[in-house]
């Protein structure tokens, strides 16, 4: 997984969890990045506030999942990804339980270059000024 729950701000260590329903016909992942739209979990997108991360994704009964949603999936299919059916927010009612904590720290893998702007500034620009100008 390249995302993960690195810890936490709070020296007690405590996540704030809700378990919230899955969006219909969603894919979710653990850690997914999740908002709230018309009451129900969905994946978040750029712009928009982030309400939490997925901690864990639960049967309605609020049992572990063990299937990954897929039509005719076996037992002990579930991995961490589940697909929720065309009909989970009235029927099957799959819940995710986010962290809501922003106290929560995650750590993630850099899969591009980090630090670069649209107009290329580097941090090297900002240490070009000679020395003798902060002599007085």
Same mark, same amino acid.
């Given at each position: 997984? =390249? *995302?993960?729950?690195?810890? =936490? %701000? !709070? $020296?007690?260590?405590?996540?704030? %969890? +809700?378990?919230?329903?899955?969006?219909?016909?969603?894919?979710?992942?653990?850690? !997914?990045?999740?908002?709230? =739209?018309?009451? *129900?979990?969905?994946?978040?997108?750029?712009? /928009?506030?982030?309400?939490?991360? /997925?901690?864990?994704?639960?049967? #309605? &009964?609020?049992? $572990?999942?063990?299937?990954?949603? #897929?039509?005719? #999936?076996?037992?002990?299919?579930?991995?961490?990804? *589940?697909?929720?059916? =065309? &009909?989970?927010?009235?029927?099957?009612?799959?819940?995710? +339980?986010? &962290?809501?904590?922003?106290?929560?720290?995650?750590?993630?893998?850099? !899969? #591009?270059?980090?630090?670069?702007?649209?107009?290329?500034?580097?941090?090297?620009? *900002?240490?070009? %000024? $000679?020395?003798?100008?902060?002599?007085?």
């Amino acid at each position: 997984m =390249s *995302f993960y729950k690195e810890g =936490s %701000l !709070d $020296p007690h260590g405590a996540q704030i %969890l +809700r378990k919230e329903i899955i969006t219909n016909s969603q894919e979710t992942t653990i850690m !997914d990045s999740i908002k709230m =739209s018309s009451g *129900f979990a969905a994946l978040n997108t750029a712009g /928009v506030a982030v309400f939490g991360h /997925v901690n864990a994704i639960l049967k #309605a &009964d609020g049992s $572990p999942m063990t299937t990954s949603g #897929a039509t005719g #999936a076996e037992i002990g299919s579930y991995v961490g990804t *589940f697909t929720a059916t =065309s &009909d989970n927010q009235t029927v099957a009612k799959v819940t995710a +339980r986010i &962290d809501l904590s922003q106290m929560t720290l995650y750590s993630a893998e850099v !899969d #591009a270059t980090i630090g670069k702007l649209k107009n290329e500034l580097q941090w090297s620009n *900002f240490f070009k %000024l $000679p020395l003798l100008s902060y002599v007085k």
